[in-house]
Structure formats: C-alpha cells, structure tokens
C-alpha cells in the first residue's frame, strides 16, 4: 500500500509527532499542505489528513488545501487530529473534514484524534492544559490505529 500523510501541526509539534508515528508505521512521506501537489494524491493508496484543532475546527491551510483539492476516483482517506479539548458532540470538527473529503472522491475510512498540550487562550492564561501530552500511551494509541489500517 503506497500511503502519504498531510499534516498541518503549527502550535508545538504535537499533531507531527502523531502523524510521524503514523508514516513509521505505514511507511508513508509526512508533508505539509504545501509541499505536495494536489494532483500528485491520486498516486496514493491511503491519504491522511490532520492538524490540531484551532477554534473548533481543523487548521486553515488544510482546509484550503482539502477544498483546493480536485475530484478523486476511489481514494481513501483518514482523519487525524490533535487538541486539548474533546471533541462535542454536536457541530464536532472531525464531521465537517470527513464531509469535505467525501465530497472530493475521498472514502473516509477511519479517525484518530488524541489530547494534546493546548495554550490557545483561555488556556495560555494558566500555562496551558494537558502538559506532557501526546505522551507514550497516545504515541501507542497512535501506532495501533496506523496498523490498523495497513
């Protein structure tokens, strides 16, 4: 299976070292947004998207490099991200890039999300919250999901 992973991690690395477990395990390339072609997807058998979560959604420049995308025949698709915060229920992130994705030819096979050390205000007022995360079990977690998927 020939994968690449498309990862945004902006804030403190913590969605790279997600997605970097993810390629070790898949022996997929990790590249930003911009450092990979939006035609060039087509060559993949497996695609995952991730960023951290900014204001309940996944990160701006992988949302416009989803939309950007062209129509895809019968790729598949994984979502990943990281936050300080679960997801809620209802509107939930994860629903709207899944939904982007299908939409572009993408099945969506599988979603992993994990808590990550978080200093978007108010947070940064008191140092932040979930310090230490992602730690060796979301690493671990992490690893599970990937050959899960192989």
């Known amino acids: 299976m020939k994968a690449v992973i498309v990862c945004a991690s902006v804030s403190h690395g913590n969605t790279q070292r997600i997605a970097e477990v993810f390629g070790e395990v898949l022996d997929a390339r990790v590249?930003?947004?911009e450092q990979i072609d939006a035609a060039e997807l087509g060559a993949y058998d497996l695609v995952g998207?991730?960023?951290g979560?900014?204001?309940?959604?996944?990160?701006?420049r992988l949302r416009e490099f989803v939309r950007?995308?062209?129509?895809?025949?019968?790729?598949?698709?994984?979502?990943?991200?990281?936050s300080g915060l679960p997801e809620?229920?209802?509107?939930?992130?994860t629903r709207g890039l899944t939904r982007l994705l299908e939409e572009k030819g993408f099945a969506v096979v599988a979603t992993f999300s994990c808590r990550a050390f978080d200093t978007?205000?108010?947070f940064k007022l008191v140092g932040g919250i979930r310090k230490g995360r992602p730690n060796a079990d979301d690493l671990a977690a992490a690893r599970g999901f990937a050959e899960s998927l192989r």
Do not use: D, K, N
């Open 88 to 93: 809620p229920p209802w509107p939930g992130y």
């Open 120 to 122: 978007y205000l108010p």
């Open 31 to 33: 590249v930003e947004p």
């Open 49 to 51: 998207f991730g960023s």
């Open 53 to 60: 979560i900014f204001t309940m959604a996944f990160h701006p």
């Open 68 to 82: 950007s995308l062209p129509r895809q025949q019968g790729g598949q698709a994984f979502v990943f991200s990281t």
